[in-house]
Structure formats: C-alpha cells, structure tokens
C-alpha cells in the first residue's frame, strides 16, 4: 500500500491527514495556525506533526509517496514558495517545499488550496468522470481550481482560477484588492454577514443572513437574490473562458444549496454565450468535510 501526508494550510489551523492511495484517510489531525512564530517555526511544528501521524499509524518513510500541501495563495507553486496570503501575514515567499523536503527526503508538492480540493473533487468526489471542470469555493473568501483536459489547470506561478477577484458589479463598492464590485467582496461568507448586518440593522453571522432568507424576509431575500445573480454572472464568465462540462460548487455558502443553484443554473441557461455551455452541469461538492486534506495528498498520486 502507498501513502502520502496531505496538509492544508489556513489561517486558523493547519488541517493534516494520512492518506493512502484510494483516497481512505488513515489518521488526521489538526494543530492551530500560529502566526506570532516565524514561519520556519511553524513549518517545524507542521513536520513534527507529520511525524506523530506517521507514528500512530506504524508506516515507514519508506511506505510514503511523498507529501502535497495546499495553501491559500498568492502562492509560486513552480518555486514551492508561498508568497503573500493575506491571511497569513508575516509569511512572505516562505520557501516551504524546500523546509519540508530537507526534513523528510520526499517529493513535496504544493498547490493553492482550492486547486487541491478540486483534485480531491476529481480523484473521489462530484467530477470523476470529467476531464473539464471548475471546481469554486464559496466560503469565508471565494476561489477555484481549474481543469482543462484531465489535468490541473495551474498557469505560471499556480494561481490560475482566482475567480474570487474578478468584477461582478463594481456598484457595490471597493474590495480591498483595489478593485470595485469583486466576487468575493460581494458574495463570500464574510460578505454575505456585513452586509446582511447593515441591511437588518443588527450584527448578524453569515447563518443568521440565510435563516432570516428562509424565513422570507423581504429585504434580505431581494438581498440574497442579487448574490445568487452576481455568483450566476460569474460563472458565466467560467464558462465562456474555459468551456468545462461542469461546474462543482463547495464552501460553506454552497450549502444554502436548492436556491443558490436553481438561481445560478437559470442564470448560465440564459447568459452563457455557447448554446452547449448553457447546459452546463452545476453541482454541489461531495468531499467538503476533508477535500483540502484529501486533495492534497491526491497531488501526491496523480504525480505517477
Ligand atoms: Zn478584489
């Protein structure tokens, strides 16, 4: 049996898991992200913990294909540099492939976090049988991975399919990338709770913006409505670029579920300029609960 560590990189924790090569996870663990320590620091921890799980599971070195990282970009994957998350603050042009390599004697490979889930999507989830999809995350940011004739779309420096930054509506004022009207600073999470804040009046979590959606409130359903609409523009724009088959969403705004993809799947089969891409399959994500983990250690196989 061949194996191989997946570890995925957040500002909050450090998710990792021991996975073997159908895709069962057999140890996993999380360690808080502590970003008061120097990267190096951290990575250091992230190997020990590499370690224990080797130990718990009584597999060698020798049993191990080799580790994947996923990791918020901006990232330089061709350089195994993580270059400046902006959740991650003080880690800038962290060369960790190199640190993890050094420490192991593995081949180490680092992807953005949403193009590891979308390898976890297409290895064991919602797009095994499609060599063109885009998998998009809807959660506290938004991205997507990418693939383009069975393989992982990664573009020069591996930060292909950063949907969450492109302009939807600049109406809605400016993101703090620069632009106006961005994806995701109209319709991830974080967005969806400020805004549904300021609408209702009162601070309100993300949860709270769809219960009052469920219970029809009237202003915030014209409110999510316009989200669902700008999602919808977006993948639009997914699909005339790039032509998948289909589309699988994940995050945690994908499981308000029915009416964001009754909303988005009415919008493509009107906009989306290719008669056959207005046909585009819009799915929900089958491995959220352990697709970064998973996914990660999936870049490790789909080397061979
Ligand atoms: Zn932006």
Do not use: C
């Given at each position: 049996m061949?194996?191989?560590?997946?570890?995925?990189i957040g500002g909050t924790k450090v998710a990792l898991a021991l996975v073997d090569e159908y895709g069962k996870v057999r140890e996993q663990s999380k360690i808080p992200t502590d970003t008061s320590i120097e990267p190096t620091a951290m990575i250091a921890k992230i190997n020990q913990e590499v370690e224990s799980l080797l130990k718990q599971a009584a597999v060698s070195l020798e049993d191990m294909d080799g580790i994947g990282i996923g990791s918020p970009g901006p990232l330089d994957s061709k350089n195994g540099m993580i270059s400046c998350p902006p959740n991650l603050q003080n880690w800038r042009d962290v060369d960790i492939v190199a640190q993890?390599?050094?420490?192991?004697?593995?081949?180490?490979?680092?992807?953005?976090?949403?193009?590891?889930?979308?390898?976890?999507?297409?290895?064991?989830?919602?797009?095994?049988?499609?060599?063109?999809?885009?998998?998009?995350?809807?959660s506290t940011g938004i991205g997507a991975g990418l693939f383009a004739d069975g393989k992982l779309l990664g573009g020069a420096r591996g930060n292909a399919?950063?949907?969450g930054h492109t302009v939807v509506d600049p109406a809605y004022g400016r993101c703090p990338c620069g632009q106006y009207g961005c994806l995701e600073f109209i319709a991830s999470g974080t967005a969806i709770g400020k805004?549904?804040?300021?609408?209702?009046?009162?601070p309100l979590t993300t949860e709270q913006v769809f219960d009052l959606y469920h219970q029809r409130d009237e202003k915030i359903q014209t409110y999510i409505e316009d989200v669902f609409q700008k999602i919808g523009i977006a993948l639009v724009s997914l699909i005339n670029t790039f032509d998948p088959e289909k589309i699988v969403l994940g995050g945690g705004v994908s499981k308000v579920g029915e009416p964001?993809?009754?909303?988005?799947?009415?919008?493509?089969?009107?906009?989306?300029?290719?008669p056959a891409g207005r046909n585009t399959e819009i799915v929900p994500a089958e491995l959220d609960q352990n697709a970064g983990v998973v996914g990660a250690a999936g870049l490790v196989f789909n080397l061979k």
């Open positions: 061949a194996y191989a560590i997946g570890i995925d993890v390599k050094n420490h192991f004697g593995l081949p180490v490979i680092l992807e953005n976090d949403a193009n590891a889930a979308a390898m976890a999507e297409k290895w064991l989830g919602a797009a095994k049988e499609n060599d063109n999809f885009a998998y998009v995350t809807i399919g950063d949907i805004r549904g804040s300021e609408i209702a009046g009162k964001l993809f009754s909303a988005v799947r009415a919008y493509v089969s009107q906009y989306a300029l290719n």
